[in-house]
Each structure stands twice: as structure tokens, then as C-alpha cells.
T-cell receptor, first 109, second 111 residues
């Protein structure tokens, strides 16, 4: 059965303190791994898609990487405005996404 | 293009009532997805359409739930005889073949 597990469930950082979020997955026939950001009461906002092991993508202070079993979202020198829940998802046939439970990130000034 | 829109944003209903939600996708997107999200969890897939055809339904989608996408444009999700367990955020997403773009969601509270 397809499964996506994110860790930690919650992460508290000081402004400027770099860290990484983990997304472990088991899926037959990975068609893509997606990272989204979700603010409270809002829909998920697309960040990255990764398709093959070794692929990396960057956007501002965020960098996503992919291996055959997991993906990491690295946050460099975070700011308070990076506080949100970060969701990881794998794509299955038909395009449906299987999400992890998310990592709630809080960045304090 | 203003992105994916959903209406209403919030709905409070009494147990046993029927509710209907609407999703307007990004105009050129041919695939439309419905997800449900409860507090502290990631979204869970419910169903999806390619144009007007409903191609897959999750086991989560009981016979009280029905979805339509007439003419391959907007979509509606109806829940009949609501139960307290239906309380959740209902999210719609659309895609032209790559990443899925989500709407703001409809927050349903069943009292």
C-alpha cells in the first residue's frame, strides 16, 4: 500500500537557524513527488515537483531533494514568514496525490 | 486568471441536511480533483474528473457523496444526509497535466 510519512510533525526554529524536513515514501510506480506549503485556513500552495532520484530544485530559501526512498526540504536561514505547514505528496496513476500528514514549521524572530 | 475558486468558503449545517459545494478550476485545465482534509492531517483523495468524465472514486466516497462536472468546466460535490464525521475542509484542485493547483477550500461544520 502507498504510504507517505513526514517527520518531524512539528519543528520550531529561531530565525536564521537552518534545518531539514523529511518525507519518506513507499509507492509502486512513482510519477512524481510534490511539496506544498499550507497556511492556516487556506488551500495548499505548490512549491516543487521532483521526478527522479538525484533531482534537486530551489526556490528562495527552500531546496528540495529526492532519493529512491525519501525527499528532503532544506530551509536555509528561515524567516518568520516561512512559518506554515509543509506537505509532501506522491503522485499515482490518474494523477491523484497521496499526502503525508505534514510538518508544522514555526520560525520565531 | 485568478486560479481555482471554491464556493462557499464556509458552511455550517445540521446533521441530516444536504449540502453542495462548487469548484471553478483554472480555465484551460482538463483535470479536476476533490480532496478532504481534517485537522492535523494531509488532504485525502476523493475523486477526479478528466473533462466531464469521472474516472476514479476513493473508497472514502460513500454513496452519500456525489460529484459532477457538467460540460467539463465547474464541478459540484454534494453530500446527502450529512453526518458529524463529514466535518472537514473540502479542497478542489485542477491541473493541465503537471502540478495540481488548489483552491482555498470549503470548511464544512456539521452540528
Amino acid at each position: 500500500e502507498d504510504q507517505v510519512t513526514q517527520s518531524p510533525e512539528a519543528l520550531r526554529l529561531q530565525e536564521g537557524e537552518s534545518s531539514s524536513l523529511n518525507c519518506s515514501y513507499t509507492v509502486s510506480g512513482l510519477r512524481g513527488l510534490f511539496w506544498y506549503r499550507q497556511d492556516p485556513g487556506k488551500g495548499p500552495e505548490f512549491l516543487f515537483t521532483l521526478y527522479s532520484a538525484g533531482e534537486e530544485k530551489e526556490k528562495e530559501r527552500l531546496k528540495a531533494t529526492l532519493t529512491k526512498k525519501e525527499s528532503f526540504l532544506h530551509i536555509t536561514a528561515p524567516k518568520p514568514e516561512d512559518s506554515a505547514t509543509y506537505l509532501c505528496a506522491v503522485q499515482r496513476e490518474g494523477g491523484k496525490l497521496i499526502f503525508g500528514q505534514g510538518t508544522e514549521l514555526s520560525v520565531k524572530p | 486568471d485568478t486560479g481555482v475558486s471554491q464556493d462557499p468558503r464556509h458552511k455550517i449545517t445540521k446533521r441530516g441536511q444536504n449540502v453542495t459545494f462548487r469548484c471553478d478550476p483554472i480555465s484551460e485545465h482538463n483535470r479536476l480533483y476533490w480532496y478532504r482534509q481534517t485537522l492535523g492531517q494531509g488532504p485525502e483523495f476523493l475523486t477526479y474528473f478528466q473533462n466531464e468524465a469521472q474516472l476514479e472514486k476513493s473508497r472514502l466516497l460513500s454513496d452519500r457523496f456525489s460529484a459532477e462536472r457538467p460540460k467539463g468546466s465547474f464541478s459540484t460535490l454534494e453530500i446527502q444526509r450529512t453526518e458529524q464525521g463529514d466535518s472537514a475542509m473540502y479542497l478542489c484542485a485542477s491541473t493541465g497535466g503537471g502540478e495540481q493547483y488548489f483552491g482555498p477550500g470549503t470548511r464544512l461544520t456539521v452540528t
